[in-house]
């Protein structure tokens, strides 16, 4: 008789947004003549930029020939777009990766799920809490954190670093020693950022004592500070010790297109055994490559018209995140993000849990958005809202929340 992974039933529930998801449906059936507005899942919503539309459409064309037709794709990627990746992201910032240290793939969602399998699965991981739930949920499916207190909302062998108002959310180094650190920054779901004298001490502490950072990337495109870096790499040693996870979803709309890249420096070794080398042959294993029109896609946000417009893109959705914070401001809750991230992170009025707040928010104003609880512990008391709606529906949702 075949046994299957037990792990998969320590999983509390089932995932964040399935559950929004199902509660969304539910008072949708029951009052279909209301408009729901969803602040919610962090998903874009404005078109593809015209320079990626078009180049879609020349390699769309292009597998119409067979002169110019493409099959699998190679294992790291088409060369031109880890160039374009290596130049544009990171030679252009003054930082040292190369074209043969970035693996292409379908998304920053399935590589920050699937990088655990590189290690032991007695390593122990530490997280920022609040955090992205497929960092721990998929060490749950490895095996990795030990058992569930849900009077807690904790695993035994998960190190959880708070981030709370008392430090910008931005977490403290743990008292307990880590081998694995997740870090993403600007954060999701707080907003947060991160400088590059704190970010620093995060490498300098990872290659003291062993550890390897997995640093989520996946929103730079929104930083607009100057003091908060781009990349993990701008900070001195952390080719030794940090691997980088780059999204296209968030950056350049392709949430439903799927673009991503990882990216691991050969410099990052147990003893003798490089990372780089596990990852290869992990991707060469299970991975066939993302599309060659995709990648194409790709290679056309880091064109001049892709950034041009792009950067357009990104001030409209940061337009829509000033206006859910200063509406919010105004109405008397306590708020922050919305300035280096599209996500805004508040306290919920009258000591109502996250998923009061979120009930009380659907029934009353109609508008959807993430029990910050869903995210951790820390996260309890505390709502996520997103600035990837149309400014319409956006300045409606705002509008309709200070009104209740």
């Known amino acids: 008789m075949f046994k299957i992974n037990t792990n998969y039933q320590k999983l509390p529930g089932s995932y964040l947004f399935s559950t929004i998801g199902k509660k ?21 919503t404005q078109p593809l930029a015209p320079a990626i539309i078009e180049e879609l459409h020349k390699a769309v064309d292009e597998m119409a020939a067979a002169e110019t037709f493409k099959g699998y794709a190679p294992d790291l990627g088409y060369e031109f777009l880890r160039t374009a990746i290596a130049e544009n992201d990171f030679a252009a910032r003054g930082c040292e990766i190369q074209p043969d240290e970035i693996f292409v793939s379908d998304g920053a969602k399935c590589d920050c799920g699937n990088i655990q399998e590189l290690f032991d699965r007695d390593n122990r991981i530490a997280v920022c809490d609040p955090v992205y ?25 998960v190190i959880y670093m708070p981030c709370v108002a008392e430090n910008n959310f931005v977490p403290e180094l743990p008292k307990e020693t880590p081998d694995l650190i997740y870090l993403c920054f600007p954060n999701n779901p707080t907003g947060a950022a991160i400088t590059k004298e704190r970010l620093q001490e995060w490498v300098d502490y990872a290659r003291r ?49 799927r673009l991503g890249a990882t990216v691991i420096p050969k410099d990052i070794k147990a003893e003798d055994i490089t990372l780089h080398s596990l990852w290869a042959r992990r991707h060469g294993t ?22 041009a417009q792009l950067k ?5 959705y940061m337009k829509n995140a000033k206006v859910i914070y200063e509406g919010l401001k105004s109405a008397g809750y306590s708020v922050s993000g919305g300035v280096n991230a599209p996500y805004i992170w508040l306290e919920t009025p009258k000591n109502m849990t996250s998923w009061e707040f979120f009930d009380y928010l659907l029934e009353n104003a109609n508008v959807v958005g993430t029990p910050g609880s869903g995210f951790g512990p820390s996260g309890e008391g505390h709502f996520r809202l997103t600035a990837f709606g149309s400014y319409e529906n956006t300045a409606e949702a705002i509008d309709r929340i200070k009104g209740i």
Not at 28 to 44: F, M, N, T
Not at 134 to 157: H, K, P, Q
Request: aromatic content about 12%; charged content about 25%.
């Open 24 to 44: 969304v449906r539910s008072f949708q059936a029951e009052h279909p003549e209301k408009k729901v507005i969803s602040l919610g899942i962090g998903d874009v």
């Open 133 to 157: 739930p497929v960092y721990v949920d998929s060490n749950v499916m490895a095996g990795r954190t030990g058992t569930y207190d849900e009077g807690r909302g904790i695993w035994s062998n």
């Open 209 to 257: 004592v062993g550890a390897v950072i997995i640093y989520d990337a996946a929103y730079e495109a929104y930083i607009s500070e100057e003091n908060v870096p781009h990349t993990i790499y701008e900070c001195e040693g952390a080719r030794e010790c940090a691997v980088e996870l780059r999204s296209f979803s968030k950056n350049a709309g392709f949430t439903g297109v």
């Open 286 to 307: 299970k991975y066939n490559g993302a599309p060659y029109i995709v990648q194409k896609a790709g290679e056309a946000v880091y064109s001049e018209a892709g950034k």
């Open 312 to 316: 357009e893109q990104i001030a409209y």
